[in-house]
């Protein structure tokens, strides 16, 4: 009978010690990064300063890779939500909330285009236009969407 313990003892002991290299119930994972669409709709900067009490951030994206897994994470097609990305500081000037890089960017043509003052990105904005580019819009941070965040593993 101690015989089978052991082996069994082993695996709970090597599973737990992976425990920190996995996203949370609910998190799907990419690189280093647990993210998680969520379907409240709340401005972008009442997201942002409420996932920040949560050692969390509004995505930021740093490929097409990544653009994509976002994109897989959104309940349709036609789902639109807010990116972690802002020019509020200066016009023009595109930061990550969560002061990564900012290295990449997948636009919809014209766009950005700070149409009566936008200074927050959209993810999934083509739905729009009847494109099937799912690409960022910018767009008034005061209205209100789900979103997509992210935090550290």
């Not at 313990?5 to 990064?33: E, H, K, M």
Request: proline share 3%; aromatic share 12%.
């Amino acid at each position: 009978m101690a015989m089978l313990r052991s082996p069994l003892l082993l695996f709970i002991v090597f599973s737990i010690g992976d425990a920190g290299d996995t996203c949370q119930y609910g998190w799907t994972n990419f690189g280093s990064r647990c993210n998680k669409f969520i379907f409240f709709q709340e401005t972008w900067i009442t997201v942002e300063r409420n996932r920040i009490a949560l050692h969390a951030n509004l995505a930021s994206v740093h490929s097409e890779q990544e653009n994509d897994f976002l994109l897989g994470l959104l309940p349709s097609s036609t789902t639109q939500c807010w990116l972690g990305n802002q020019d509020a500081v200066e016009e023009g000037q595109w930061l990550w909330s969560d002061g990564t890089p900012y290295d990449y960017s997948n636009w919809c043509s014209g766009e950005p285009n700070n149409l009566n003052v936008e200074n927050c990105g959209e993810l999934n904005w083509a739905v729009r236009k009847q494109s099937s580019d799912h690409c960022w819009n910018d767009e008034s941070c005061s209205n209100s969407m789900g979103y997509v965040c992210a935090k550290d593993l």
